[in-house]
């Protein structure tokens, strides 16, 4: 295996990141950000990518920024979006389907110097996916599948995602069963892992493995659901 795990070092980098976010910094110290992050970030993708293949072997996933790698430099254009130019923690995906990769059921990561963030399915839903999420559910027995499914998932310990919405959509009315699911702006499982696991690569794959197999069926769900999209 050519991932060897990330550095300790890394984690002190992103600490050093929020002490010092600005692009002169970062640009200064990009060559540690380089051979602590980014060589072992793709190497990372590709042997987690290879394992995943055994869940799900449609799955899409290439070592480079903006496919499973995200950018280390925060779109600070949007409006309400966090204005510190450098992002302080590292995200990765590996998603299924051929839409955009942030509307497409995928496997997540992230880690922070103090945190090791691990998900599946879908965290918000565009417009195109909303509709279809909501088509879905409008069937009693989908929506009975997907509630058990969900509920098999968090009975293992891994949490789900909380409402996004206080009332019910048109269509939807209180005395549906399981109607609450209606309420959600996205369908995801996540949990947090220790940030000591990134060091050691076997131990590291190996768990994200089993949590990603895990949270499998509900990641199929979504899967199932991007299909009904009616376009991007």
Known sequence: MLFKGFDPKALDFLQ????NNSKEWFEAHKEEYEQLILSPSRLFVEEMGEHLLAL?????????????????????????ADKRPIKERIGFIWWQGAGKRLQSSSFYMH???QELYVAAGIRWFEKPMLDAYREFIADDKRRSQLREVLSSVTQKGYEALPYGYKRFPRGFS??????ELSLYKGMATFTKLPVALL???DKLID??????????????????????????
Do not use: W
């Open 16 to 19: 050093r990141i929020a002490k």
């Open 111 to 113: 880690f922070g110097a």
């Open 199 to 201: 060091s050691d690569a």
């Open 174 to 179: 209180a005395d549906m069963p399981d109607v």
């Open 56 to 80: 799900e072997p449609t799955l899409n996933y290439a070592p480079k920024i903006n496919k499973s790698l995200f950018r280390i430099y925060r779109d600070i254009r949007r409006m309400g």
């Open 207 to 232: 768990t994200l493995y089993d949590v990603y197999e895990d949270m499998l069926p509900l990641q199929q769900i979504v899967y199932e659901i991007t299909l009904r999209r009616k376009n991007e």
